[in-house]
T-cell receptor
Framework: DTEVTQTPKHLVMGMTNKKSLKCEQHMGHRAMYWYKQKAKKPPELMFVYSYEKLSINESVPSRFSPECPNSSLLNLHLHALQPEDSALYLC??????????????FGPGTRLTVL | AQTVTQSQPEMSVQEAETVTLSCTYDTSESDYYLFWYKQPPSRQMILVIRQEAYKQQNATENRFSVNFQKAAKSFSLKISDSQLGDAAMYFCGGATNKLIFGTGTLLAVQP
């Protein structure tokens, strides 16, 4: 099973809402990632978890809060977002803990719209 | 620091023909990996091909092959016998401690 799943597929939220994105993989991978992708742009790394510990935070605003409850699950908690945060949020996982040379497997993404 | 540059925003190829997508990669690290990912419209990103920088042999994967010129920092993707399903955005990526993508090349395949 080489699948990364993400829920929900679409999310519309107001600037005062609190919501969460969920990502799940059952490949036994030890590294998981959150990326943000604007239309017609490449994915931009936000966070990296290795062995359920946050290893990279790309200076992401605190209104984005990642969480890794276990090795298969990755959440992204959203609070007080801005309209410019509207984007496709991609989750990925890889076997290696650094993700240095290991193939990252991407989920289908959550399309987020902030009103 | 690492940079990935794709200079072709859009490319077009006739079905069954061959097309080459360009990418250059720069890093001060000696140990790095290079990737090509494909993102079809409204579909998820999938790996096309992967190259270890320390390997001189160019990677191949069925109709997809790379031309890795380490000294020139060039990592181009050749798609042979192009198919309609190859139409997608192609991102070149380089990884040292993290994966960085180029700006992408949108490939259209004409029937």
């Amino acid at each position: 099973d080489t699948e990364v799943t993400q829920t929900p597929k679409h999310l519309v939220m107001g600037m005062t809402n609190k919501k969460s994105l969920k990502c799940e993989q059952h490949m036994g991978h030890r590294a998981m990632y959150w990326y943000k992708q604007k239309a017609k742009k490449p994915p931009e790394l936000m966070f990296v978890y290795s062995y359920e510990k946050l290893s990279i935070n790309e200076s992401v605003p605190s209104r984005f809060s990642p969480e890794c409850p276990n090795s298969s699950l990755l959440n992204l908690h959203l609070h007080a977002l801005q309209p410019e945060d509207s984007a496709l949020y991609l989750c990925a996982s890889s076997q290696g803990v650094t993700g240095k040379g290991d193939t990252q497997y991407f989920g289908p993404g959550t399309r987020l719209t902030v009103l | 620091a690492q940079t990935v540059t794709q200079s072709q925003p859009e490319m077009s190829v006739q079905e069954a023909e061959t097309v080459t997508l360009s990418c250059t990669y720069d890093t001060s690290e000696s140990d790095y990996y290079l990737f090509w990912y494909k993102q079809p419209p409204s579909r998820q990103m999938i790996l096309v091909i992967r190259q270890e920088a320390y390997k001189q042999q160019n990677a191949t994967e069925n109709r997809f092959s790379v031309n890795f010129q380490k000294a020139a920092k060039s990592f181009s993707l050749k798609i042979s016998d192009s198919q309609l399903g190859d139409a997608a955005m192609y991102f070149c990526g380089g990884a040292t401690n993290k994966l960085i993508f180029g700006t992408g090349t949108l490939l259209a395949v004409q029937p």
